[in-house]
């Protein structure tokens, strides 16, 4: 198989402090993962993408210095949303690429995140 | 701009029935379309995905049509249980999953028993 997972899958956190999330791929290794944002009801959106130890590629409009991205092995990409207001509440999910193998991006069970 | 078009945005199917998505896209770079399922809470799970070199593929009760003149591709899930209540994605990409997918809004299905 390939498993994705995501920690936490819950947080709440007060307005101005930092949160960071974590994606690991379990069973195989992935030079790249990406980072999605999902609002209620509406669709996926990329916010970057993630190379094993390079800098992410940011997407237009996302704030590179807002969420910070680090994927420091091939097993573990990191996002931290700093100095969080509650404009920033969403769903992130992150999904990972096999470095061989099937062609198939795998996602993880996503992460909920409110700032109060 | 959005690049994948889905529709409808939400679908009503009786059990047993057939359910039709829809999605079109405008850049002819794209060459790889797969579907995802996601239920509430949960992150998205690959359904199946089709290359423009063929028009049709079916995988159990779930089969993609392509249609590359038209820039259209529909998923079709035949004999629909309420089991498949979920949101369906369509998505695009260049060169595979290995690159960034472009999804389209999303079809909330809904299978009455």
């Known amino acids: 198989g390939a498993v994705v997972s995501q920690h936490p899958s819950w947080v709440i956190c007060k307005s101005g402090t930092s949160v960071k999330i974590e994606c690991r791929s379990l069973?195989?290794?992935?030079?790249?993962m990406f980072w999605y944002r999902q609002f209620p009801k509406q669709s996926l959106m990329l916010m970057a993408t993630s190379n094993e130890g390079s800098k992410a590629t940011y997407e237009q409009g996302v704030e590179k210095d807002k969420f910070l991205i680090n994927h420091a092995s091939l097993t573990l990409s990191t996002l931290t949303v700093t100095s969080a207001h509650p404009e920033d509440s969403s769903f992130y999910i992150c999904s990972a690429n096999k470095v061989v193998g099937a062609e198939t991006q795998y996602f993880g069970p996503g992460t909920r995140l409110l700032v109060l | 701009q959005q690049q994948v078009k889905q529709s409808p945005q939400s679908l009503i199917v009786q059990k047993g029935g057939i359910s039709i998505i829809n999605c079109a896209y405008e850049n002819t770079a794209f060459d790889y379309f797969p579907w995802y399922q996601q239920f509430p809470g949960k992150g998205p799970a690959l359904l199946i995905a089709i290359r423009p070199d063929v028009s049709e593929k079916k995988e159990g009760r779930f089969t993609i049509s392509f249609n590359k003149s038209a820039k259209q591709f529909s998923l079709h899930i035949m004999d629909s249980q309420p089991g498949d209540s979920a949101t369906y994605f369509c998505a695009a990409s260049i060169g595979g999953s290995n690159y960034k997918l472009t999804f389209g809004k999303g079809t909330l299905l809904t299978v009455n028993p």
């Open positions: 069973d195989f290794q992935a030079t790249t």
